[in-house]
């Protein structure tokens, strides 16, 4: 029974294969609940636009198709598909489906999910849960530079 299925995904940084975590999430779940696992199970804050991408690497990662965004949920986006509407179960249909996940357009982080087993949703269990953190996350912002001089002296 799909409801009561799980997706388990290995979600590594990009340009650190050394820093990942592994969590669990409900397949029915959708693509933004995904979304908000992955940036919270690294420590950030849920405060950027993001999407998901079927080319890991390159240049015209953003021309992939399947694409998926919140621009899309936004009216932004024709060629992409819905973060809000499409379940995990339906992007990622399979143990080794791989897709890029992009958040913060602005900072660029870029983060390798990639399904590592299904499972079946435990009783008395809250999901998404985190299953095993590997290497310290990074900050999400980096230290605040003071160009401005004026300290009110």
Known sequence: MTEARTHMARVTLQDEPTIYREIEVESRKTLSDLAEAIVHAFGFEFDH?????????????????PKYELFADMGESTEAKSVEKTRVADAFPDVGHKMLFMFDYGDDWR????????????????????????GKAPEQYGPWEDNDEDDGT
């Open 111 to 134: 983060f390798i999910v990639e399904v590592i087993g299904l499972g079946q949703k435990a009783a008395k269990t809250c999901y998404p849960k985190v299953l095993k953190k590997v």
């Open 49 to 65: 636009a993001f999407g998901f991408y079927s080319k890991l690497k390159g240049q015209d990662v953003m021309r992939s198709q």
